[in-house]
């Protein structure tokens, strides 16, 4: 079999011809849909004359086809695997074309297909190809108007995008509704949706005093998990007006739930389809975190009618231009009505330990790829949170008044337009008189730029001298690096005071609190009139996505765990404290002697549990350990059980030495108000559930008893998902037992809840799970064609369950390729994101790169589909 071909960037053209509207007839039937398309197209003014017109086209069976109303012979057009090809075409034309495909054989969940008997699509980035013939491009942009034909029984819903204008009932027990959007879109932003669903409406009146119907559509034994999802749309709506002036611009705004879905939601225009499992809340069947996530969610997909709608992209090499800035939005969003300091570090926790590795791996890519084979592998942490970093980077540059000038400036003059990502930075700059050249670097070269720093305090001359080098590594393709402009915000602590000096660089204050910018490869920065011995807090709120080395010795880090003004550096401090315990420990345990704890990490958390707080919420952070794989992602080479092994033995002796603290915090955060997702009670739920996972990390008796009750009181799912896995997860397996099997049936109907179920026994860190993990795939709850079973199953044991799946047997690699070589039929698109882990296989010992490589393969070896073959082909080159 030949290997797939990239597409490169500088390859673009305007395509040839441009559709200026669309008219689509669906009729439906689970084997044997009909799609009608009627295509207004006209030449492209920027393209010349008499090319041929080339239409994107996949598993369509083509049954009809006319251009200007006469039907066309076999010799005038030309079909392959990849679409429809007519060599002469006139200037402006109206193409009718009629295929048929099949929704319910449809497991990639791409283009249209089945989800519990609902009809539903998914179109972005390349779906549209496979509902009919067309320029499956975004910078193609029609305005659309659509007839959907169903079963009056089993569709009583039928649904597109825009305002319906038409419907009625036909013959045969059918019936029909007509869609029609006026605002051009690309055809990534189509969507239908036809089954027997329920709706909650809600209202939301905009700035301009326009009314917006708001309607969300669930199955119907869902219809009490909406409320969340409304709420947090609405607030939304009022957040886009409020910070970016960006009204709605439809009278209708629609949100679908559905079971099978691929990724997390999709902004199609005026009717935003989403995964079940980013929509649906209810205290009893959904945690804190899913809440948090279903806001985010629901905000980041409201957003994009704006940063991504209105203003497309150009080509899919400038996927971050919507999904970086849209990610910036909804993360300003979370901050906004949250806790800004938490939001901040759990984004930055999870980017340094997910995105640093992408960027580390084999298909490290720049946010702005010059290449790629198939671009759903594009859908990346790079793409999305490393594009929200530079634009927060931007943000930070401008300032916000600037910022938001650029943003106005942006969505009027590119409104209707399809750009690039040059368009957006060009308005920033113009908006703020800034030189972002140099800047534009973050956007094309890949992987984590490291500083290394180091300062020196002159008492003599009362100057503080900080050194910040920077290089970023190699990344497939990228040899060579220059010099990146990286804004490093900082403060320098008085040793004395433990108050942050007034800061002098070059004549010009700096005030307490500011920012430094490195754009050479090296640089010196002189502090003047440093009246006392500093110890410098670097890259504060996490202010560039770098890796910062700076030789702090442990007792600084005490020090600035307990004195810095900047909550997220008190929080890296303890981070790195711990560390560096944990540094000691994994080689001690490496060279087998004696573990002996680091009595600093406990008098830091003594005083941590022991001083009294507002900040609930960025307590708990604290004291949270950094988790195994951002430990792994610190060493040279990963030694997964002694990492395991050395922060098991930290968490036991913090539980040890302050048990009492522990229980005191918990005694004092278990108020069972009415659930309620709010800041402060979400706050003393973690706190309080942190303070249990140490008792029960040395099964104390007391500790036990309350993790029983809390997980019997059945209050809320937070504590009750929390409280089992503590059970089930503990050394003696007997403990959990029956409260794992009473959950088990008594969820048995919620798949969202199954999921939960079925992480928490593949997450176990004891030996056996692996058979547990076979065991589970064969439960009737499971189903390899569903992505949030695959998600909470397989891929929650390969990346979340590293002591196993790293077994030195190789059977936890061999698990992982078995289900990849099965879902790459079903699934491309969600076989190629399970392989990850097995790319990371450069990063461990031999033995396991062996064992990982030999199963990347064998995956080779199959016939793959694209996604799959890039992911695996990039692993092992
Ligand atoms: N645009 C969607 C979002 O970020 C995601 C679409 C992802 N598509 C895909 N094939 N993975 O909101
Ligand atoms: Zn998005």
């Not at 007509?178 to 209202?203: I, N, Q, R």
């Not at 910018?517 to 996505?545: I, K, N």
């Not at 981070?575 to 009595?599: F, S």
């Not at 503590?726 to 798949?751: I, M």
Request: glycine share 6%; charged share 25%; hydrophobic share 40%.
């Amino acid at each position: 079999m030949s290997a797939p071909q990239p597409v490169y960037r500088f390859d673009y053209q305007a395509p040839a011809y441009r559709v200026t509207h669309t008219e689509l007839t669906f009729d439906l039937a689970p084997t044997a849909t009909r799609v009608k398309a009627r295509l207004h197209l006209e030449r492209h003014p920027d393209r010349e004359g008499g090319l041929p017109l080339e239409l994107q086209g996949e598993r369509l069976e083509l049954k009809a086809i006319a251009l200007d109303g006469q039907a066309l012979d076999s010799g005038d057009y030309v079909i392959d695997d990849k679409g429809l090809t007519i060599a002469r075409v006139p200037e402006r034309f109206v193409l009718e074309t009629e295929v048929e495909i099949a929704p319910s054989e449809n497991t990639a969940l791409e283009g249209l297909y089945q989800s519990n008997g609902i009809y539903c699509t998914q179109c972005e980035a390349q779906g549209f190809r496979r509902i009919t013939f067309y320029p499956d491009r975004p910078d193609v942009m029609a305005t659309f108007s659509t007839t959907i034909i169903g079963d009056q029984q089993s569709e009583p819903v039928l649904l597109c995008n825009g305002n319906p204008v038409d419907k009625g009932s036909l013959e045969d027990g059918r019936h029909f509704a007509t869609w029609e959007d006026p605002h051009p879109k690309p055809c990534y932003l189509f969507a239908l949706v036809a089954g027997d669903l329920k709706k909650v409406e809600d209202h939301f009146t905009t700035m301009g005093g326009r009314e917006v119907t708001l309607q969300l559509w669930v199955e119907e034994e869902n219809l009490d998990k909406t409320e969340h999802a409304m709420a947090s749309l609405k607030r939304a709506m009022a957040w886009d007006e409020q910070t970016y002036g960006r009204e709605y611009d439809l009278d209708l705004f629609m949100i679908v739930a559905v079971n099978d879905f691929n990724m997390g939601a999709m902004e199609n225009k005026g009717l935003n389809i989403f995964n079940s499992a980013a929509v649906l809340t209810h205290p009893k069947t959904a945690t804190d975190i899913a809440y948090q996530r279903v806001e985010g969610i629901v905000a980041h997909e409201y957003f994009h009618n704006w940063s991504g709608n209105r203003v497309t992209c150009r080509d899919w090499f400038q996927l971050s231009l919507k999904e970086g800035f849209t990610v910036f939005r909804d993360q300003c969003f979370s901050a906004d009505i949250t806790s800004a300091p938490v939001k901040r570090i759990q984004d930055a926790a999870f980017f340094r330990t997910a995105q640093f590795a992408e960027d580390a791996g084999p298909t490290a890519h720049p946010i702005r790829p010059d290449h790629y084979i198939e671009i759903t592998n594009f859908y990346t942490l790079t793409i999305y949170e490393k594009g929200a970093e530079v634009v927060r980077m931007l943000h930070n540059l401008v300032g916000w008044e600037a910022f938001r000038r650029g943003s106005d400036l942006y969505f009027e003059r590119f409104d209707g337009q399809a750009v690039t990502i040059e368009d957006f930075v060009d308005c920033m700059a113009e908006a703020s008189g800034e030189d972002l050249s140099q800047f534009m670097r973050w956007y094309s070269q890949a992987g984590t730029p490291e500083i290394d720093a180091h300062g020196e305090y002159d008492y003599t001359h009362s100057e503080y001298h900080l050194t910040l080098r920077q290089r970023t590594p190699a990344t497939p393709g990228q040899p060579e690096k220059q010099a990146l402009h990286i804004p490093v915000r900082m403060g320098l602590v008085g040793t004395k005071s433990g108050r942050d000096l007034t800061m002098t660089l070059d004549g010009e204050s700096l005030g307490k609190d500011g920012v430094i910018h490195l754009c050479e490869d090296e640089r010196t920065f002189v502090f003047t009139d440093v009246a006392e011995a500093p110890v410098p807090s670097l890259l504060r709120s996490f202010s560039a996505p770098v890796k910062l080395h700076f030789p702090y010795s442990r007792e600084d880090l005490a020090f600035l765990l307990a004195h810095d003004s900047d909550g997220f550096n008190r929080w890296d401090a303890g981070q790195r404290l711990a560390l560096l315990a944990l540094d000691d420990l994994i080689a001690a345990h490496r060279n087998g002697v004696e573990k002996v704890m680091d009595t600093r990490v406990i008098e830091a958390f003594r005083t941590l549990l022991t001083t009294s707080t507002d900040d609930k919420a960025v307590l708990a952070e604290m004291l949270m350990l950094p988790s195994e794989a951002y430990i792994a992602e610190q060493q040279p080479l990963v030694d997964v059980d002694a990492i395991h092994a050395a922060r098991e033995f930290v968490r036991q002796s913090l539980a040890v030495a302050l048990r009492d603290e522990f229980l005191a915090v918990y005694e004092n955060n278990r108020s069972q108000v009415a659930y309620a997702p709010e800041p402060e009670q979400i706050a003393e739920r973690s706190l309080k559930n942190v303070a249990l996972s140490y008792l029960m990390a040395i099964e104390d008796e007391q500790g036990l008893a309350y993790c029983r009750e809390q997980y019997e009181a059945d209050h809320n799912m937070t504590d009750v998902r929390h409280a089992l896995t503590l059970l089930v997860h503990s050394s003696d397996e007997a403990l959990g037992a029956s409260a794992l099997k009473r959950f088990g049936e008594k969820w048995a109907h919620d798949p969202l809840v199954m999921d939960q179920w079925f992480t928490i026994q593949v997450t176990r860190p004891q030996a056996d799970v692996i058979e547990r993990v076979k065991y589970l795939m064969q439960h009737p709850a499971f189903s390899l064609r569903n992505p949030n079973r695959v998600r909470a199953l397989v891929g929650a044991f390969a990346s979340h369950n590293r002591v196993n799946f790293h077994r030195l047997d190789g059977e936890g690699y061999q698990l992982l390729s078995d289900v990849v070589i099965e879902l790459n039929r079903l699934n491309p698109e969600i076989a190629a994101g399970l392989v990850t882990p097995l790319t990371r296989w450069q990063r461990f010992d031999e033995t396991r790169q062996a064992l990982m490589r030999a199963q990347l393969e064998r995956i080779k070896a199959e016939p793959l589909s694209p996604n799959v073959y890039e992911v695996v082909a990039k692993a092992l080159a």
